[in-house]
């Protein structure tokens, strides 16, 4: 069992930057994947960008590629999404997820979701 705590969300600036942070508790993160989703208001939830522990390997949503920088610290067993250029459509509550087994991009490919934290950028 995995449990994961987002924090770092807040009020920002278009054109501002905003660090969150993915803490897991219960189990360490080796050989899984983690990922970040956000739901836009009245929207569904979408994918932003995983990373595999093992390798590093990531993947990112077109709409987030050259501003999002997903990223990962072994010792403290913690996922950070660094966010630089946000727009105000980038307003939305940003889950973490991790996959024991699975690497993707569908919500159904990750096992264990945080509460989430809300990201909102004003115009």
């Known amino acids: 069992q995995v449990q994961l705590v987002e924090s770092g969300g807040g009020l920002v600036e278009a054109g501002g930057s905003l660090r969150l942070s993915c803490a897991a508790s219960g189990r360490a993160f080796s050989d899984y994947t983690v990922g970040w989703f956000r739901q836009p208001p009245g929207k569904e939830r979408e994918f932003v960008t995983t990373?595999?522990?093992?390798?590093?390997?990531?993947d990112y949503a077109d709409s987030v590629k050259g501003r999002f920088t997903i990223s990962r610290d072994n010792a403290k067993n913690t996922v950070y999404l660094q966010m630089n250029s946000l727009k105000p459509e980038d307003t939305a509550v940003y889950y973490c997820a991790s996959s024991r087994l699975r690497y993707g991009f569908a919500r159904y490919d990750y096992d264990y979701w945080g509460r989430g934290t809300q990201v909102t950028v004003s115009s």
């Open positions: 990373i595999r522990w093992t390798g590093g390997r990531t």
